[in-house]
Protein backbone atom coordinates (compact mmCIF):
# COMPACT_ATOMS: atom_id res chain seq x y z
CA UNK A 1 0.00 0.00 0.00
CA UNK A 2 1.78 3.29 -0.98
CA UNK A 3 0.38 5.94 1.67
CA UNK A 4 0.77 9.83 1.44
CA UNK A 5 1.15 11.96 4.38
CA UNK A 6 0.03 15.45 3.17
CA UNK A 7 1.79 17.80 6.07
CA UNK A 8 0.10 21.02 5.66
CA UNK A 9 -0.24 24.40 7.64
CA UNK A 10 -3.59 24.94 8.38
CA UNK A 11 -5.32 28.19 9.40
CA UNK A 12 -8.05 27.98 12.82
CA UNK A 13 -10.98 28.84 11.36
CA UNK A 14 -10.66 28.89 8.14
CA UNK A 15 -12.53 26.38 6.61
CA UNK A 16 -12.30 27.44 2.89
CA UNK A 17 -8.46 28.38 2.73
CA UNK A 18 -8.21 24.86 4.59
CA UNK A 19 -10.41 22.80 2.55
CA UNK A 20 -8.26 23.99 -0.16
CA UNK A 21 -5.07 23.33 0.71
CA UNK A 22 -6.17 19.66 1.62
CA UNK A 23 -7.51 19.55 -1.68
CA UNK A 24 -4.52 20.52 -3.40
CA UNK A 25 -2.33 18.05 -1.43
CA UNK A 26 -4.77 15.34 -2.17
CA UNK A 27 -4.32 15.67 -5.82
CA UNK A 28 -0.42 15.81 -5.84
CA UNK A 29 -0.78 12.55 -3.69
CA UNK A 30 -2.87 11.36 -6.82
CA UNK A 31 -0.16 12.01 -9.08
CA UNK A 32 2.50 10.61 -6.86
CA UNK A 33 0.56 6.96 -7.25
CA UNK A 34 -0.75 7.30 -3.62
CA UNK A 35 -3.45 4.36 -2.29
CA UNK A 36 -4.31 6.38 1.05
CA UNK A 37 -4.07 10.28 1.83
CA UNK A 38 -3.24 10.99 5.31
CA UNK A 39 -3.55 14.96 6.79
CA UNK A 40 -2.68 16.26 10.27
CA UNK A 41 -4.91 16.29 13.09
CA UNK A 42 -7.79 19.05 12.80
CA UNK A 43 -6.11 19.63 9.31
CA UNK A 44 -9.77 21.20 7.98
CA UNK A 45 -10.04 23.19 11.17
CA UNK A 46 -5.97 24.09 12.30
CA UNK A 47 -5.20 22.79 15.53
CA UNK A 48 -5.94 24.26 18.51
CA UNK A 49 -9.41 26.10 17.89
CA UNK A 50 -10.32 26.48 21.25
CA UNK A 51 -13.35 28.28 22.22
CA UNK A 52 -14.57 28.99 18.68
CA UNK A 53 -15.97 25.66 19.03
CA UNK A 54 -18.29 27.20 21.11
CA UNK A 55 -19.64 29.57 18.65
CA UNK A 56 -23.12 29.00 17.47
CA UNK A 57 -21.23 28.72 13.42
CA UNK A 58 -18.29 27.11 13.72
CA UNK A 59 -19.03 23.34 13.53
CA UNK A 60 -21.67 23.72 11.20
CA UNK A 61 -19.21 25.78 8.52
CA UNK A 62 -17.10 22.87 9.51
CA UNK A 63 -19.19 20.51 8.79
CA UNK A 64 -20.36 22.27 5.36
CA UNK A 65 -16.57 22.24 4.69
CA UNK A 66 -16.43 18.26 5.40
CA UNK A 67 -19.24 18.10 3.04
CA UNK A 68 -17.47 19.77 0.05
CA UNK A 69 -14.58 17.62 0.76
CA UNK A 70 -16.28 14.58 0.40
CA UNK A 71 -17.64 15.33 -2.76
CA UNK A 72 -14.08 16.02 -4.43
CA UNK A 73 -12.78 12.76 -3.43
CA UNK A 74 -12.73 9.94 -5.26
CA UNK A 75 -11.52 5.82 -5.03
CA UNK A 76 -8.13 7.01 -3.00
CA UNK A 77 -9.60 7.93 0.29
CA UNK A 78 -8.58 11.14 2.33
CA UNK A 79 -8.06 11.41 6.00
CA UNK A 80 -9.33 14.05 6.88
CA UNK A 81 -9.07 15.75 10.63
CA UNK A 82 -12.17 17.78 11.77
CA UNK A 83 -14.51 18.93 14.63
CA UNK A 84 -17.89 16.54 14.73
CA UNK A 85 -20.92 16.93 16.91
CA UNK A 86 -21.57 14.36 19.75
CA UNK A 87 -24.70 12.83 20.52
CA UNK A 88 -23.63 11.28 23.82
CA UNK A 89 -25.59 12.42 27.11
CA UNK A 90 -24.30 13.50 29.50
CA UNK A 91 -21.14 14.25 28.02
CA UNK A 92 -19.44 17.40 25.77
CA UNK A 93 -21.18 18.59 22.89
CA UNK A 94 -18.13 17.75 20.03
CA UNK A 95 -15.46 14.89 19.18
CA UNK A 96 -11.74 15.39 17.67
CA UNK A 97 -12.88 13.73 14.80
CA UNK A 98 -11.06 11.94 11.56
CA UNK A 99 -13.41 11.32 8.25
CA UNK A 100 -12.11 8.70 6.04
CA UNK A 101 -13.67 10.17 2.52
CA UNK A 102 -14.09 7.53 -0.54
CA UNK A 103 -16.10 7.65 -3.48
CA UNK A 104 -17.63 10.64 -2.50
CA UNK A 105 -18.48 9.37 0.90
CA UNK A 106 -18.03 9.63 4.46
CA UNK A 107 -17.16 6.16 4.96
CA UNK A 108 -16.14 5.98 8.50
CA UNK A 109 -16.05 8.22 11.44
CA UNK A 110 -13.12 7.52 13.90
CA UNK A 111 -12.58 9.77 17.09
CA UNK A 112 -9.78 10.39 19.25
CA UNK A 113 -9.88 8.21 22.19
CA UNK A 114 -7.15 10.21 24.52
CA UNK A 115 -7.73 13.82 25.50
CA UNK A 116 -4.58 15.71 27.03
CA UNK A 117 -5.51 18.01 29.80
CA UNK A 118 -1.99 19.61 30.50
CA UNK A 119 0.74 21.37 29.30
CA UNK A 120 -0.78 23.64 26.60
CA UNK A 121 -3.38 21.40 25.67
CA UNK A 122 -7.05 21.72 27.41
CA UNK A 123 -8.94 19.25 25.57
CA UNK A 124 -11.56 17.36 28.09
CA UNK A 125 -13.01 21.21 28.10
CA UNK A 126 -14.37 20.32 24.37
CA UNK A 127 -14.12 16.94 23.07
CA UNK A 128 -16.22 13.46 24.28
CA UNK A 129 -13.75 10.45 24.02
CA UNK A 130 -13.82 7.70 21.66
CA UNK A 131 -15.42 4.59 23.31
CA UNK A 132 -14.41 1.80 21.36
CA UNK A 133 -11.02 1.37 18.96
CA UNK A 134 -11.98 -0.52 15.56
CA UNK A 135 -9.90 -0.93 12.34
CA UNK A 136 -10.83 -0.58 9.09
CA UNK A 137 -10.45 -2.82 5.72
CA UNK A 138 -8.88 -1.15 2.98
CA UNK A 139 -6.96 -2.98 0.13
CA UNK A 140 -7.09 -6.21 1.74
CA UNK A 141 -5.38 -4.59 4.85
CA UNK A 142 -6.32 -3.77 8.62
CA UNK A 143 -5.71 0.08 9.22
CA UNK A 144 -6.12 1.17 12.25
CA UNK A 145 -6.44 5.39 12.73
CA UNK A 146 -5.39 7.36 15.78
CA UNK A 147 -5.37 10.72 16.62
CA UNK A 148 -1.94 12.50 18.01
CA UNK A 149 -2.12 11.52 21.64
CA UNK A 150 -3.47 7.77 21.08
CA UNK A 151 0.29 6.94 20.40
CA UNK A 152 1.99 8.65 23.51
CA UNK A 153 2.75 5.70 25.96
CA UNK A 154 2.81 6.53 29.43
CA UNK A 155 7.26 5.79 28.81
CA UNK A 156 7.06 9.37 26.84
CA UNK A 157 4.58 10.66 29.94
CA UNK A 158 6.07 12.39 33.00
CA UNK A 159 3.43 10.27 34.29
CA UNK A 160 0.89 7.34 33.67
CA UNK A 161 -2.37 9.57 32.23
CA UNK A 162 -4.62 6.98 31.00
CA UNK A 163 -6.08 3.57 31.19
CA UNK A 164 -6.47 2.43 27.75
CA UNK A 165 -4.22 2.48 24.97
CA UNK A 166 -5.64 2.76 21.68
CA UNK A 167 -2.77 0.79 20.02
CA UNK A 168 -2.50 -1.97 22.11
CA UNK A 169 -6.49 -2.53 21.43
CA UNK A 170 -6.04 -1.81 17.68
CA UNK A 171 -3.02 -4.22 17.45
CA UNK A 172 -4.97 -6.97 18.92
CA UNK A 173 -7.71 -6.27 16.62
CA UNK A 174 -5.56 -7.36 14.04
CA UNK A 175 -4.26 -4.25 12.39
CA UNK A 176 -1.85 -4.47 10.06
CA UNK A 177 -0.56 -0.83 10.14
CA UNK A 178 -1.19 1.72 12.64
CA UNK A 179 -2.18 5.88 10.80
CA UNK A 180 -1.94 8.70 13.08
CA UNK A 181 -3.09 11.70 12.61
CA UNK A 182 -1.33 14.48 14.61
CA UNK A 183 -0.98 18.26 15.99
CA UNK A 184 2.44 17.68 18.03
CA UNK A 185 3.81 21.40 19.26
CA UNK A 186 7.49 22.12 18.82
CA UNK A 187 10.06 22.03 21.91
CA UNK A 188 13.76 21.88 21.34
CA UNK A 189 14.82 18.24 20.81
CA UNK A 190 10.86 16.75 20.61
CA UNK A 191 11.58 15.75 17.13
CA UNK A 192 14.58 13.19 18.46
CA UNK A 193 11.85 12.32 21.29
CA UNK A 194 9.26 11.30 18.70
CA UNK A 195 11.82 9.29 17.04
CA UNK A 196 12.08 6.82 20.25
CA UNK A 197 8.42 7.10 20.46
CA UNK A 198 7.62 5.62 17.18
CA UNK A 199 10.07 3.21 17.76
CA UNK A 200 8.67 1.77 20.54
CA UNK A 201 4.67 2.03 18.97
CA UNK A 202 5.80 0.28 15.99
CA UNK A 203 7.89 -2.32 17.50
CA UNK A 204 5.26 -3.12 20.29
CA UNK A 205 2.55 -3.35 18.03
CA UNK A 206 4.63 -5.50 15.22
CA UNK A 207 3.34 -3.22 12.50
CA UNK A 208 4.15 0.28 10.64
CA UNK A 209 3.50 3.28 12.09
CA UNK A 210 2.62 6.45 10.07
CA UNK A 211 2.66 10.24 11.39
CA UNK A 212 1.20 12.48 9.60
CA UNK A 213 2.11 16.31 11.80
CA UNK A 214 0.62 19.63 11.60
CA UNK A 215 3.29 22.08 10.26
CA UNK A 216 3.36 26.24 11.01
CA UNK A 217 2.56 28.46 13.74
CA UNK A 218 -0.56 29.34 15.35
CA UNK A 219 -0.72 31.79 18.53
CA UNK A 220 2.57 30.61 20.94
CA UNK A 221 2.37 27.41 19.19
CA UNK A 222 4.70 25.78 16.72
CA UNK A 223 4.08 22.82 14.89
CA UNK A 224 7.08 21.45 13.48
CA UNK A 225 6.15 18.94 11.14
CA UNK A 226 8.47 16.16 10.91
CA UNK A 227 5.91 13.83 9.65
CA UNK A 228 7.50 10.47 9.03
CA UNK A 229 7.03 6.66 8.61
CA UNK A 230 8.49 3.87 11.05
CA UNK A 231 8.44 0.03 10.17
CA UNK A 232 7.48 -2.64 12.59
CA UNK A 233 10.90 -3.03 12.90
CA UNK A 234 11.41 0.31 14.66
CA UNK A 235 13.39 1.74 11.35
CA UNK A 236 12.70 4.95 9.56
CA UNK A 237 11.06 4.41 6.54
CA UNK A 238 10.61 7.96 5.32
CA UNK A 239 10.88 11.00 6.97
CA UNK A 240 9.78 14.39 6.13
CA UNK A 241 10.81 17.78 6.78
CA UNK A 242 10.93 19.93 9.68
CA UNK A 243 8.97 23.32 9.30
CA UNK A 244 7.95 23.78 5.97
CA UNK A 245 4.43 21.62 3.73
CA UNK A 246 5.51 18.53 1.99
CA UNK A 247 3.80 15.96 0.62
CA UNK A 248 5.31 12.31 0.09
CA UNK A 249 4.33 8.87 -0.92
CA UNK A 250 5.59 5.56 0.92
CA UNK A 251 5.05 2.40 -0.31
CA UNK A 252 4.75 -0.10 2.68
CA UNK A 253 6.28 -3.35 1.31
CA UNK A 254 9.07 -1.07 -0.16
CA UNK A 255 11.91 0.12 2.44
CA UNK A 256 14.09 2.60 1.47
CA UNK A 257 17.66 1.54 2.39
CA UNK A 258 19.61 4.59 4.35
CA UNK A 259 16.98 6.43 5.36
CA UNK A 260 17.80 8.84 8.04
CA UNK A 261 15.79 10.55 11.18
CA UNK A 262 16.42 14.42 10.19
CA UNK A 263 18.45 15.43 12.90
CA UNK A 264 18.82 19.39 13.40
CA UNK A 265 21.31 20.32 16.38
CA UNK A 266 19.75 22.97 18.64
CA UNK A 267 20.56 26.09 17.33
CA UNK A 268 19.40 25.28 14.31
CA UNK A 269 15.95 23.85 15.45
CA UNK A 270 15.45 27.55 17.00
CA UNK A 271 16.02 29.01 14.39
CA UNK A 272 14.33 27.23 11.88
CA UNK A 273 11.07 27.38 14.50
CA UNK A 274 11.28 30.85 15.56
CA UNK A 275 11.65 32.07 11.96
CA UNK A 276 8.72 30.13 10.55
CA UNK A 277 6.77 30.95 14.19
CA UNK A 278 7.16 34.69 13.29
CA UNK A 279 6.13 34.40 9.59
CA UNK A 280 2.97 32.43 10.43
CA UNK A 281 2.06 34.61 13.31
CA UNK A 282 2.18 37.95 11.25
CA UNK A 283 0.88 36.19 7.95
CA UNK A 284 -2.11 34.61 9.92
CA UNK A 285 -3.01 37.86 11.76
CA UNK A 286 -2.84 39.99 8.26
CA UNK A 287 0.58 41.78 8.78
CA UNK A 288 3.02 42.22 5.94
CA UNK A 289 5.50 44.15 7.74
CA UNK A 290 7.17 44.34 10.98
CA UNK A 291 8.86 46.86 12.92
CA UNK A 292 10.79 47.16 16.15
CA UNK A 293 13.35 49.24 18.10
CA UNK A 294 17.27 48.46 17.83
CA UNK A 295 19.41 49.46 20.54
CA UNK A 296 22.63 48.09 19.60
CA UNK A 297 22.01 45.13 22.16
CA UNK A 298 22.06 41.72 22.15
CA UNK A 299 18.18 40.91 22.01
CA UNK A 300 17.09 43.54 19.44
CA UNK A 301 19.69 42.10 16.84
CA UNK A 302 18.44 38.89 16.96
CA UNK A 303 14.64 39.45 17.11
CA UNK A 304 15.44 42.04 13.93
CA UNK A 305 17.22 39.14 12.40
CA UNK A 306 14.60 36.70 12.60
CA UNK A 307 12.17 39.06 11.35
CA UNK A 308 13.93 39.80 8.16
CA UNK A 309 14.58 36.00 7.55
CA UNK A 310 10.89 35.03 8.22
CA UNK A 311 8.87 38.61 6.31
CA UNK A 312 12.17 40.34 4.09
CA UNK A 313 14.62 42.69 4.80
CA UNK A 314 12.10 45.00 2.73
CA UNK A 315 9.46 44.57 5.46
CA UNK A 316 11.02 45.23 8.11
CA UNK A 317 11.68 48.52 10.10
CA UNK A 318 13.93 49.38 13.13
CA UNK A 319 14.51 52.91 15.23
CA UNK A 320 17.22 53.30 17.18
CA UNK A 321 16.26 55.89 20.13
CA UNK A 322 19.25 57.47 21.39
CA UNK A 323 19.39 59.17 24.80
CA UNK A 324 22.04 60.85 26.83
CA UNK A 325 23.03 57.70 28.32
CA UNK A 326 23.55 55.71 24.99
CA UNK A 327 27.05 54.76 23.74
CA UNK A 328 28.22 55.66 20.53
CA UNK A 329 28.77 52.08 20.07
CA UNK A 330 25.28 51.03 20.61
CA UNK A 331 24.20 53.86 18.08
CA UNK A 332 27.15 52.27 15.14
CA UNK A 333 26.23 48.73 16.23
CA UNK A 334 22.39 49.44 15.13
CA UNK A 335 23.25 50.94 11.90
CA UNK A 336 25.92 48.38 11.52
CA UNK A 337 23.23 45.78 12.24
CA UNK A 338 20.70 46.85 9.41
CA UNK A 339 23.23 47.19 6.70
CA UNK A 340 24.11 43.53 7.18
CA UNK A 341 20.28 43.07 7.39
CA UNK A 342 19.50 45.13 4.32
CA UNK A 343 17.02 46.95 6.47
CA UNK A 344 15.85 50.34 7.10
CA UNK A 345 16.78 51.73 10.33
CA UNK A 346 16.47 55.11 11.27
CA UNK A 347 17.29 57.17 14.29
CA UNK A 348 14.81 59.50 16.43
CA UNK A 349 16.61 60.63 19.79
CA UNK A 350 14.66 61.28 22.62
CA UNK A 351 16.52 63.38 24.95
CA UNK A 352 14.16 66.36 24.37
CA UNK A 353 10.74 64.40 25.06
CA UNK A 354 12.55 63.19 28.02
CA UNK A 355 13.53 66.14 29.09
CA UNK A 356 9.86 67.65 28.27
CA UNK A 357 8.22 65.21 30.46
CA UNK A 358 10.45 65.65 33.36
CA UNK A 359 9.98 68.90 33.58
CA UNK A 360 6.17 68.44 33.07
CA UNK A 361 6.56 65.74 35.96
CA UNK A 362 8.15 68.55 38.58
CA UNK A 363 5.63 69.44 40.91
CA UNK A 364 4.09 66.01 41.42
CA UNK A 365 7.62 64.93 41.90
CA UNK A 366 8.59 67.88 44.14
CA UNK A 367 11.25 66.45 46.66
CA UNK A 368 11.86 62.93 45.80
CA UNK A 369 15.46 61.61 44.26
CA UNK A 370 15.73 60.39 40.79
CA UNK A 371 15.22 56.61 40.61
CA UNK A 372 14.07 53.55 38.36
CA UNK A 373 10.95 56.23 37.56
CA UNK A 374 13.27 58.15 35.51
CA UNK A 375 14.70 55.36 33.64
CA UNK A 376 11.31 53.67 32.92
CA UNK A 377 9.76 56.88 31.51
CA UNK A 378 12.87 56.74 29.02
CA UNK A 379 11.34 52.86 28.03
CA UNK A 380 8.34 54.07 27.68
CA UNK A 381 9.06 57.12 25.67
CA UNK A 382 10.37 54.32 23.08
CA UNK A 383 8.05 52.04 23.57
CA UNK A 384 5.40 55.05 22.89
CA UNK A 385 7.55 56.17 19.35
CA UNK A 386 7.59 52.29 18.34
CA UNK A 387 3.76 52.17 19.04
CA UNK A 388 3.45 55.10 16.70
CA UNK A 389 5.40 54.14 14.08
CA UNK A 390 3.29 50.98 14.46
CA UNK A 391 0.14 52.65 14.05
CA UNK A 392 0.95 54.60 11.06
CA UNK A 393 2.43 51.89 8.88
CA UNK A 394 0.09 48.93 9.94
CA UNK A 395 3.16 46.61 11.24
CA UNK A 396 3.18 44.49 13.56
CA UNK A 397 5.82 45.82 16.83
CA UNK A 398 7.99 42.93 17.46
CA UNK A 399 8.85 42.88 21.25
CA UNK A 400 13.20 42.29 21.82
CA UNK A 401 12.74 41.39 25.74
CA UNK A 402 14.03 37.65 26.29
CA UNK A 403 12.74 34.89 28.44
CA UNK A 404 15.53 35.83 31.64
CA UNK A 405 14.41 39.38 31.81
CA UNK A 406 10.73 38.39 31.71
CA UNK A 407 11.35 35.66 34.14
CA UNK A 408 12.35 38.58 37.09
CA UNK A 409 10.57 41.60 35.72
CA UNK A 410 13.46 43.41 34.32
CA UNK A 411 11.38 45.01 31.66
CA UNK A 412 9.48 48.34 32.15
CA UNK A 413 5.22 47.80 31.24
CA UNK A 414 4.52 50.03 28.38
CA UNK A 415 7.98 50.46 27.72
CA UNK A 416 10.13 47.83 26.46
CA UNK A 417 7.40 45.40 26.76
CA UNK A 418 4.87 47.16 24.04
CA UNK A 419 4.09 45.83 21.38
CA UNK A 420 2.09 42.34 19.43
CA UNK A 421 4.30 39.56 19.37
CA UNK A 422 7.65 38.70 21.82
CA UNK A 423 9.49 36.70 19.73
CA UNK A 424 12.42 35.45 21.91
CA UNK A 425 10.59 35.64 25.24
CA UNK A 426 10.84 31.92 25.49
CA UNK A 427 14.41 31.89 24.94
CA UNK A 428 17.01 32.89 27.72
CA UNK A 429 19.92 34.89 27.49
CA UNK A 430 22.43 32.52 27.48
CA UNK A 431 20.68 31.27 24.49
CA UNK A 432 19.94 34.32 22.69
CA UNK A 433 24.04 34.81 22.37
CA UNK A 434 24.72 31.37 21.43
CA UNK A 435 21.70 31.94 18.45
CA UNK A 436 23.49 34.96 17.75
CA UNK A 437 27.07 33.51 17.50
CA UNK A 438 25.09 30.25 15.19
CA UNK A 439 23.69 33.18 13.18
CA UNK A 440 27.34 34.14 12.22
CA UNK A 441 28.75 31.16 11.44
CA UNK A 442 29.08 31.85 7.79
CA UNK A 443 29.44 35.67 7.31
CA UNK A 444 28.94 38.37 10.23
CA UNK A 445 24.89 39.30 10.59
CA UNK A 446 25.00 40.74 14.00
CA UNK A 447 27.53 42.85 14.83
CA UNK A 448 30.52 41.20 16.71
CA UNK A 449 31.31 44.14 18.78
CA UNK A 450 27.18 43.61 19.65
CA UNK A 451 28.13 39.57 20.83
CA UNK A 452 31.24 40.78 22.51
CA UNK A 453 30.14 43.85 24.11
CA UNK A 454 28.41 43.24 28.11
CA UNK A 455 24.27 43.62 28.26
CA UNK A 456 23.08 47.09 29.19
CA UNK A 457 19.65 48.74 29.28
CA UNK A 458 21.30 51.99 29.28
CA UNK A 459 18.80 53.86 31.15
CA UNK A 460 21.19 55.27 33.60
CA UNK A 461 25.09 55.95 33.58
CA UNK A 462 27.65 53.09 32.83
CA UNK A 463 24.82 50.88 33.65
CA UNK A 464 24.91 47.10 33.17
CA UNK A 465 22.80 43.99 33.13
CA UNK A 466 24.74 42.71 35.81
CA UNK A 467 24.29 45.54 37.97
CA UNK A 468 20.88 44.09 39.37
CA UNK A 469 20.46 40.99 38.12
CA UNK A 470 22.77 37.50 39.00
CA UNK A 471 25.39 36.63 36.00
CA UNK A 472 22.89 35.11 33.12
CA UNK A 473 24.44 31.93 32.95
CA UNK A 474 23.72 31.02 36.86
CA UNK A 475 20.57 32.83 36.52
CA UNK A 476 19.43 30.56 33.37
CA UNK A 477 20.59 27.65 35.01
CA UNK A 478 18.09 28.79 38.56
CA UNK A 479 15.30 28.98 36.24
CA UNK A 480 15.39 26.36 33.98
CA UNK A 481 14.88 23.71 37.59
CA UNK A 482 12.56 26.25 39.05
CA UNK A 483 10.33 26.97 35.67
CA UNK A 484 11.15 24.21 33.62
CA UNK A 485 11.59 21.61 35.59
CA UNK A 486 9.12 23.14 38.22
CA UNK A 487 11.43 22.32 41.52
CA UNK A 488 10.70 24.58 44.52
CA UNK A 489 13.72 27.16 45.85
CA UNK A 490 14.43 24.33 48.91
CA UNK A 491 15.09 21.42 46.69
CA UNK A 492 17.15 23.22 44.27
CA UNK A 493 18.97 24.56 47.16
CA UNK A 494 19.50 20.99 48.74
CA UNK A 495 19.92 19.46 45.39
CA UNK A 496 22.11 22.16 43.35
CA UNK A 497 25.05 23.87 44.25
CA UNK A 498 23.32 27.17 44.61
CA UNK A 499 23.53 30.15 46.99
CA UNK A 500 20.82 30.52 48.90
CA UNK A 501 20.16 34.04 48.77
CA UNK A 502 20.61 34.20 44.98
CA UNK A 503 17.81 31.19 44.62
CA UNK A 504 15.65 32.90 46.77
CA UNK A 505 15.99 36.11 45.31
CA UNK A 506 15.08 34.42 41.82
CA UNK A 507 12.30 32.73 43.32
CA UNK A 508 10.47 35.92 44.62
CA UNK A 509 11.20 38.14 41.72
CA UNK A 510 9.62 35.42 39.33
CA UNK A 511 6.83 34.88 41.56
CA UNK A 512 6.02 38.73 42.18
CA UNK A 513 6.11 39.23 38.00
CA UNK A 514 3.32 36.82 37.54
CA UNK A 515 1.64 40.25 36.66
CA UNK A 516 3.72 41.76 34.27
CA UNK A 517 3.66 38.47 32.19
CA UNK A 518 -0.12 38.33 31.93
CA UNK A 519 0.29 41.68 30.43
CA UNK A 520 2.87 40.44 27.83
CA UNK A 521 2.67 40.33 24.23
CA UNK A 522 2.43 36.42 23.66
CA UNK A 523 5.00 34.88 22.60
CA UNK A 524 6.74 31.80 20.61
CA UNK A 525 6.92 28.65 22.34
CA UNK A 526 10.19 26.76 22.04
CA UNK A 527 10.98 24.97 24.93
CA UNK A 528 9.08 23.10 27.47
CA UNK A 529 7.73 25.53 29.78
CA UNK A 530 7.08 29.03 28.29
CA UNK A 531 5.77 32.00 29.82
CA UNK A 532 1.94 31.87 28.71
CA UNK A 533 0.04 29.12 27.48
CA UNK A 534 0.81 25.96 29.38
CA UNK A 535 2.25 27.74 32.87
CA UNK A 536 -0.82 28.81 35.14
CA UNK A 537 0.28 30.28 37.55
CA UNK A 538 -2.11 32.94 40.18
CA UNK A 539 -0.91 36.45 40.34
CA UNK A 540 -1.89 36.72 43.83
CA UNK A 541 -0.39 33.98 46.05
CA UNK A 542 2.49 33.72 48.94
CA UNK A 543 3.52 30.32 48.44
CA UNK A 544 7.09 30.32 49.59
CA UNK A 545 8.67 27.10 48.72
Not at 111 to 131: A, C, G, H, I, S
Not at 192 to 209: H, T
Not at 424 to 452: C, F, G, H, Q
Request: glycine share 8%; charged share 25%.
Amino acid sequence: MKIALVQINSVVGDFPANAKRILAGYREALEKGADLVVTPELSLVGYPPRDLVFKSQFVPRCLQALDYLRGEVGEVPLLVGYVDRSDKRPGRAFRNAVAWLEDGQIRERIYKTLLPTYDVFDEWRYFEPNEECRVIEYLGQQVGVTVCEDIWTEDFLYRPLYEREPVRELAEKGADVIVNLSASPFALNKPVARRDLFASVAKEAKVPLVYCNAVGGQDQLIFDGHSAVVGADGEVMASLSGFREEVEVVELDSKKEGVMWPELEENAQLYEALVLGLRDYARKCGFREACLGLSGGIDSAVTAALAVAALGAENVRGLTMPSRFSSEGSIGDSIKLAQNLNMKCEEVPIGETFATVREAMKGPFAGAKEDVTEENMQARIRGLFLMSLSNKTGSILLTTGNKSELAVGYCTMYGDMCGGLAAISDVPKTRVYELARWMNREREVIPWATIEKPPSAELAPDQKDQDSLPPYDELDAILELYVEQQMSASDIIECHDYDESTVRWIQRRVDLNEWKRHQAAPGLRVTSKAFGVGRRMPIVQNFQG
